[in-house]
């Protein structure tokens, strides 16, 4: 009897999921006739599309003041200390707790899963990270990790100060992370982020590179917690709502946090990672964000073209790889900055209002009044 009730609890749980991821994608920017760009998008529209890459959120959501959670972003299912990727990170304003940079920087590639969090608990999941990776089969010799943790501050709705995430949600993170659909806006990382005043969250987009050009994909994940005035396909919502920074008290705090991840199948150097990280800002530009002095802006770009992995062990000592030239990169460029301004705008339409910590409460996007903005600049069919 036992057995059944376990077994029962756990496809409702199953169910709930599904339901739940799908339920928010069709809360997203295209499901309002909100196109970005002219590449076409991957099967999901998310970083998913790029082949092997995974993403799992862990959400927590407890009483009336603990809003918060994890996201982890997985480049390839293998033991990622072993068979590294090449990667980079674009620094836009470093008011933040990045963790990891520097060996990044040196060495040009990551070692460990991304995790995204909030600012007071980057030690916590760095330590995660830590016995992630050596725990794992073949990293028994293991004695440097390099984990990479990436954060925004999300205290006006969460305890912040409580430090409610342990260990095990890192953990719990990493091992349900998967492909295809992911869930947006309140979840994970984004549970508890506000931007431009609105609800905000976990975003996700991807583009894909015709054939004639390569034929990679491009994906994005954002972590949205940052201010500006919000434009939408290049309309001035924002204004039109009579909703900006600086306009009452209310949105005169334009500081927060924005981090991005991007990856890609296409064979980039950590060099050209970094050029492609630098464009996914000029996505984040065109939402209307000015990544403000207090707002901790990191873009971390990846590939999983998989002849160029990293072997921590190779009897070798020549790195052969073949890399795309700098002529070739303009198509990932654009498909970097729609990805981005699309991940970002997902974030948006999917999250759902929250009211939190000592009864703060924001709302979420008005989207009907946002769509007869759109319908006034023709930015989607009236």
């Known amino acids: 009897m036992k057995k059944i009730i376990i077994t029962t609890f756990f496809l409702v749980v199953v169910l709930i999921s599904v339901n ?19 590449l076409q998008t991957g099967r999901n529209n998310a970083i998913t599309d790029v082949e092997g890459v995974k993403v799992g959120n862990t959400t927590i ?38 963790t990891g940079y520097s060996q990044v920087e040196e060495l040009g590639n990551i070692e460990t899963p991304i995790i995204l969090t909030n600012t007071l ?20 010799e293991v004695r440097s990790v390099n984990p990479v943790v990436g954060e925004t501050n999300d205290g006006w709705l969460n305890d912040i100060r409580g430090r409610h995430i342990k260990e095990h949600h890192v953990l719990d993170a990493i091992k349900n992370a998967s492909g295809g659909l992911v869930e947006e806006g309140n979840a994970g990382a984004g549970t508890g982020t506000i ?20 034929g990679y994909t491009v994906g994005v994940l954002v972590q949205s917690n940052f201010g500006g005035v919000l434009e939408i396909n290049g309309a001035p919502v924002g204004k039109e709502l009579n909703r900006y920074m600086y306009r ?18 296409a064979p980039l150097c950590s060099r050209n990672l970094k050029r492609l990280a630098k464009r996914a800002m000029l996505g984040l530009a065109k939402t209307g964000g000015i990544s403000s002095n207090g707002s901790g802006d ?18 070798s000592s020549y790195h052969k790889t ?52 759109l319908r006034k600049y023709n930015k989607i069919e009236k």
């Open 61 to 98: 959501y407890e009483g009336e003041n603990i809003r918060t959670g994890v996201t982890a972003i997985l480049p390839h299912a293998d033991n990622l200390f072993q068979l590294k990727v090449p990667a980079a990170i674009y620094l836009a304003n470093g008011f933040g707790k990045l």
């Open 298 to 315: 990191y873009v971390i770009a990846f590939s999983v073209a998989p002849d160029n992995l990293i072997r921590h062990n190779d009897e």
């Open 20 to 38: 739940t991821q799908v339920n928010n994608q069709s809360m997203r920017a295209r499901n309002h006739g909100i196109e970005i760009g002219i």
């Open 121 to 140: 608990s980057v030690p916590v999941a760095a330590g995660a990270l830590i016995s992630y990776t050596l725990s794992l089969p073949g990293n028994d």
């Open 322 to 373: 073949a890399v795309l030239r700098n002529e070739s990169t303009s198509p990932l460029f654009l498909a970097v900055i729609e990805a981005t301004e699309e991940a970002i705008l997902n974030s948006l339409f999917a999250a759902k209002t929250m009211a939190g910590r000592n009864n703060h409460k924001i709302e979420a996007l008005p989207v009907e009044q946002i769509l007869e903005i």
């Open 195 to 214: 931007s431009f005043g609105f609800k905000a969250g976990i975003g996700t987009s991807s583009r894909l590179i015709p054939e004639s050009l390569g």
């Open 248 to 265: 009452d008290k209310i949105l005169d705090d334009a500081d927060g946090s924005c981090m991005i991840i991007v990856a890609t199948d």
